[in-house]
């Protein structure tokens, strides 16, 4: 009936035909098919029944083994440990439970956890294996392989832990390790092994695929009850290659020993000649090494209630308004197009009149007439008020970038944030508006909606001092492939030059906000720019010691040393700290003592160490 | 019946949905059903990662495919070389822009949204070669110009398929495109001189061959020359489909495939898996679901009324006809491993949705059987 066509008059009386013929071939198809199906499954059974149980090919993936972290001089941040792990393969075991029990005797394991791996292996594939214990030393390891035949689908081999030193001072920068997330699970097969960890955050996971090292595979032919016969073919796995900072451990410590007196705060330290990140504090922290303890369920869970985010790494995650530490990015701006000069003086009467807005000068009386010189000195808002008017928006988001702000850097510093470098497309996109004139005027100050972090602070703070465009790096380059040389910013001399004595003038002169981060008499000379950021809609008229602790305003300082040589760039941010000059510069110039005594310390060779030293010490 | 239809112009959307195949729709269902359960087992009794995906991907094809199917069959013909240009184009930016997997260039994009070209030239080719015989006059589809175009039409993307390398899915692209060719009624004489052409062919490259090639051709058509080599996954699959037996070892039982021995056990392999956990019966039971979706395709195309519908619905079944044949043949040691996957079971995007698309176009053909398709409304291509 199917087959006979209903309709003599169509185009092509063969398709009929045709499709009938076609229709055979396939029933030819599939009975030959079937036959063969027939012959496997019916006639030769038993033989095939007798091979699958004699000899059974189990393919295991092998897990690398991850790399080591170590900090600028060698000292092991993050290792393995040596150890073996048992694992039981259901599949291959038949009864769990039963096997479980002949361990017992050997291992110590309770009865809860017994029955808790029984349900796991009624939930999850047969052939995943279950870890059933970790870290066996060489003796109980000697005792399971003996009684090996009576211990089915019961596997040794070696698995160690990860564990880091350092504890709480090198947790955000290096990060930690954690079980695989079951949607990245498809990504490789060595990722659906039980054990196998990888970076959730810090240098574990920017760097996780030099960690990782690659996996390798072991195919074995194993009888019915998973007992190795022989092995089929081996391909070790690579492991992953070891990692080393440019982070200095010691002065890492000794910087956050020196934050933890503030509830929430972070420092970072730029060798401004390579790049080089010394050190990126952030407090509150936490020690990984802990988290990845057994029974860390608690403190994974304070970690996370907690208000002051202990698990985020504020040097490359905080976004603060730069404040007046942007205005060197105001004046370079300025300079560069040539609407002011440095000798020009503005007099700023406490309170700036653009159109019928009114901006203050966080000096209520004035200044007086200042030139740029003294305007960054003092930190004249009315100066770059109207310095940022004449210059524009365009002309500071440009020098902003230029200097480092509103982008990432080194991908070993996971999950950075690049802040806001506002402009008008910016805003268009953000918010379908255009840019107002006095948006212009805030983000000239450092405020609006400007955001870094104090990574960007101190790698703005290395391009000024240095004239180059310097780029942070947290991982030690080998000297096949070694970074070109940083090439220069493009901006002027001069312009530089003027910047960077005001800045020196900011902690050395009489009347510069910065002077709390002088260094001693006799040492080298520190210049800096001190900031102090408004969060969100506090008063400007109400005392800054009545104000809830979370209103009142962040203190920064960012700055390099020595002032005629640079060698270290410091950004500090105190969380609702309060002004710049007074909480965050000497917590700037102890971090900068830090860094020159370690260096000068560790060069011995170097021209004016005996001097720095004592300094160093005499302030103990 | 087709008679008592009336014409399909002004007809309601629930009409036209009321004259979809559903019964073909139904077993299509129950197929992709075999295809969830297999993918469970595989990933060792878990929904994830392949099951869950598998039968999203089927709910949001036969929803493609029932969109496919309202449209009139008439866009389809409108459409038939934009596609096939389309699917040609992607074939040969292939080897530029493609992304290689195992050795091979065969997909193109980003992991997340990835197509393989190879997939959709299969459909394209039947909606070209129906569109092709359909506006050529009975009286000329023997003449010579008309079957060298279509075999030009199949030829070409089939060789492009076959340099990427991709052997299986390129000789499986030139069988689809002789069974549309011979059902639209090219003469036989064609199709045997064609035979006989390719005998002499082959006779003589293979006594020109190295005997290095020769070892190599062998031990392609019987893996078992190199039992550790390349006949290894395919005498594991045996041992897998022997030992099911009558009934199989068990759902999520069958240790032979559990053990990860069979390569693409969760794409080409995924019928061992069935057929060692639910035997013979399992087996025979899923291949007659075929058989009984073939039998509808071929009654539908009987009751179309115009010559580029029955083309359609007949290449659709051909489509899935001819992956499932050489699917189950390969892993049961009749044929060469070559990459082809079971249509609706083996995971994996592109082949659903060439299916679907397939499917989809066979239901548009059918539920506008009635449609009067004017040969001169499109013109003639020779």
New interface residues.
Partial sequence: M??????SS???????R???L??LV??G??A???S???H???V??N???L???E?????DVLSPTRGRILDAHGRVLAYNTDGYRVVVVP?LAGNVDEVLRRLQRILAISERERMRLVARSQR?????PLIVAQNLDWDTLATLNLNAPYLPGVRTEPGGRRIYHGGAAIGHVVGYVGAVE?RA??DAPVLRLPWMRIGKSGVEAGLEATLRGTAGRLTSEVD?RGRHIRT?DRVDPVPGADVKLTLDLDLQSDIVQRLSEFKRASAVVMDVRKGDIVAAASVPGFDPSVLLEANSGSHWAALNASPDDPLVNRATRGLYPPGSTFKIVTALAALEAGVISTTEQIDCTGTYHFHDQTFRCWNRTGHGRCNLHEALRESCDYYFYDVARRVGISAIAGMARRLGFGRTFDAAFAGQKAGIVPDPDWKRGRFGRSWLGGETLLAGIGQGYVLSTPLQLAVMTSRIATGLDVMPRLVQEDAASQAPDAGSLGISDAALTSVRRALHAVVNESGGTGRRARAEVGSYEIAGKTGTSQVGRASADTAHGDLPWDQRDHSLFVCYAPASQPRFAVSVVIEHGGSGGSVAAPVARDIVDLAMMRATSREPAAGDGDRLDRSATGRG | MARTLPRQTGTTMARTLSQLPWELLAVIVVIGSFGVIALYSVSGGSFSPWAERHALRLAVGLALAIAIGIVPIRFWLAMANPLYLVALGLLIAVPFVGTSTMGAKRWIGTTTLSVQPSEFIKFAIVLVLARLFFSSPPDRRSHPAVVFTALALVAVPAALVIRQPDLGSGLLIATLGVVVIFLAGVRWSYFVSGAGAAAVLGYVLWHNLRDYQVNRILTFLEPERDPLGAGYHITQAKIALGSGGLSGKGYLMGSQSQLNFVPEKHTDFAFTMLAEETGFIGSVTLLALYAVLIVIMIGMAMRVRNDFGRLVIGGAAALVAIHVNVNVAMVIGLLPVVGVPLPLVSFGGSSILTTMVAIGLAASAFAHRADVLRRDEIGTLI
């Fill in positions: 199917f087959f006979r066509d209903p309709d169509a185009e092509n009386p063969h398709f009929s045709r499709a009938a076609l229709a396939q029933a198809a599939f030959a098919i079937t063969r199906l027939y496997l499954q019916i030769e059974h033989r095939y029944a091979l699958a149980e000899n059974k090919i189990a393919i599949s999850q594939s047969p052939t995943t079951r699970m498809d019915a089929m």
